[in-house]
């Protein structure tokens, strides 16, 4: 008699030391390439023209050395984490608890915005600092609806953002209207940009629709630097009105807020009175975003971005179902750039270039597209991080690039992945055999 023989199963095995080393001296020689330049040589122009140039080849040696240690320390945490459709190694408990953290961080977030101004009445920074954050919150919001919940990628958004600033700029200036009354103006014509926009590009979609929205935001851009006569070109318009209470102007005049409530005059209530105005533009566009998506057009938008095809398919009008969404996402983009317009004052092209709308795309992606929490998280990192590491002045967009690279790899979805429809069933229903039955379904 023979032995039985037991055939050999295949076992997976986790990448070796040398696969792991191997690895991380290709992303170290990677490194050096892209950062020699970057990094290891610096050059200027000389005083009389010439070009001087110094080197920093101890910074190279340290960020290359970072990059090594870097890629074997990822590849040392794939393998305890373990290979993608098996069980994570975090408890139960654990993950209840980051259940119960995630439907809370909402509103903590919210009070914790409200009470912003009081606690930090007297650090003007902070307060201006978060002006400027939910301003990138309300432009998140309002372009998570064209590619977050239509799946539409626009590239040139910062141009309805300038076509609100110099709206409200412009009527303001000329026509002596008023905030409240320039506002809804600002983001009607936004809207019909918004329109403008979508016609030409109802039949593209992917990285055609992304280069033709491009194209858009830099056209708009090189008409305000041109048309000299209107928007004033390059030098901008300046003496823009200041927004008031209802009309009560925030002065410290007889006849302004300070002095018909009886306290004294404090060039902080102005800024409190824009943080407040800029919060509730913000939770404005977050509760229409969240209407919407109930309503039957925006079960249309989800449709759209999960399939154009099957949207037609099932009879939906792809056409207004794209201008819609664009126009939606124009009109909240004007609302916020009317706000610029009356924060700072002044506005001029250099505040509208790509690199704006780049962003807020970031912000729309890094978030997690159609999640609205993470869109406003998103933002805070982003814009509350660029603060932050204001001080590393020369390292400050490198940190940041590999802090997206590292997301984009461990959360692929953003922050918050929300990508579930609005409405769906919640339980299966049985169906009559005489509603499928042949020349009935």
């Known amino acids: 008699m023979t032995a039985p023989t037991s055939e050999a199963t295949p076992v997976s095995r986790a990448p070796g030391i040398a696969f792991i080393f191997r690895k991380a001296l290709i992303s170290a020689l990677v490194a050096l390439v892209l950062f020699s330049l970057m990094i290891g040589i610096r050059t200027e122009a000389g005083p009389s023209g010439q070009l001087i140039y110094w080197t920093r080849f101890g910074d190279l040696a340290a960020m290359v050395a970072a990059v090594f240690g870097g890629s074997i320390a990822v590849e040392l945490l794939r393998q305890w984490w373990g290979p993608v459709g098996t069980i994570r190694i975090v408890p139960p408990a654990v993950q209840s608890a980051l259940a119960v953290a995630r439907r809370g961080i909402a509103p903590v977030l919210l009070i914790f915005t409200f009470l912003v101004p009081v606690i930090f009445y007297d650090q003007r920074y902070i307060l201006d600092l978060g002006i400027l954050v939910l301003t990138y919150v309300m432009l998140g919001w309002g372009l998570n609806v064209v590619v977050g919940?239509?799946?539409?990628?626009?590239?040139?958004?910062?141009?309805?953002?300038?076509?609100g600033a110099y709206s409200y700029a412009l009527l303001a200036t000329n026509f002596g209207l008023s905030f409240w009354v320039c506002l809804p103006l600002a983001g009607i014509l936004a809207a019909l940009w918004g329109v403008m926009l979508g016609f030409p590009v109802l039949r593209l979609r992917g990285d055609y629709l992304a280069i033709v929205t491009l194209a858009f935001g830099e056209i708009i851009r090189l008409v305000i630097i041109n048309w000299q006569s209107l928007t004033g070109g390059p030098n901008g318009v300046s003496g823009?009105?200041?927004?008031?209470?209802?009309?009560?102007?925030?002065?410290?005049?007889?006849?302004?807020?300070?002095?018909?409530?009886?306290?004294?005059?404090?060039?902080?209530?102005?800024?409190?009175?824009?943080?407040?105005?800029?919060?509730?533009?913000?939770?404005?566009?977050?509760?229409?975003?969240?209407?919407?998506?109930?309503?039957?057009?925006?079960?249309?938008?989800?449709?759209?971005?999960?399939?154009?095809?099957?949207?037609?398919?099932?009879?939906?009008?792809?056409?207004?179902?794209?201008?819609?969404?664009?126009?939606?996402?124009?009109?909240?983009?004007?609302?916020?750039?009317?706000?610029?317009?009356?924060?700072?004052?002044?506005?001029?092209?250099?505040?509208?270039?790509?690199?704006?709308?780049?962003?807020?795309?970031?912000?729309?992606?890094?978030?997690?597209?159609?999640?609205?929490?993470?869109?406003?998280?998103?933002?805070?990192?982003?814009?509350?991080?660029?603060?932050?590491?204001?001080?590393?002045?020369?390292?400050?967009?490198?940190?940041?690039?590999?802090?997206m690279v590292l997301l984009m790899i461990w959360r692929p979805r953003g922050l918050i992945g929300h990508r579930a429809p609005t409405v769906f069933l919640q339980h299966s229903q049985a169906i009559s055999s005489d509603l499928v039955k042949e020349g009935h379904g």
């Open 149 to 163: 919940l239509a799946g539409l990628l626009d590239l040139g958004y910062v141009a309805f953002y300038a076509v």
């Open 240 to 403: 823009i009105p200041r927004p008031t209470f209802f009309g009560i102007p925030l002065t410290p005049g007889d006849d302004g807020l300070a002095a018909k409530l009886g306290i004294e005059f404090s060039p902080t209530h102005r800024i409190v009175f824009l943080f407040y105005l800029i919060l509730a533009l913000a939770l404005l566009t977050n509760w229409v975003t969240i209407r919407l998506r109930r309503l039957p057009i925006g079960r249309a938008w989800e449709a759209l971005r999960e399939d154009e095809v099957a949207c037609r398919a099932l009879g939906i009008n792809t056409t207004t179902t794209k201008l819609t969404a664009f126009a939606t996402g124009a009109m909240f983009g004007g609302f916020a750039g009317a706000f610029f317009a009356t924060r700072q004052g002044f506005i001029s092209p250099e505040s509208f270039t790509f690199q704006e709308s780049a962003l807020v795309l970031a912000i729309v992606v890094l978030g997690g597209m159609g999640s609205q929490l993470g869109v406003a998280l998103a933002a805070l990192t982003m814009i509350g991080g660029f603060e932050l590491f204001r001080g590393f002045d020369q390292y400050r967009m490198l940190v940041f690039g590999v802090a």
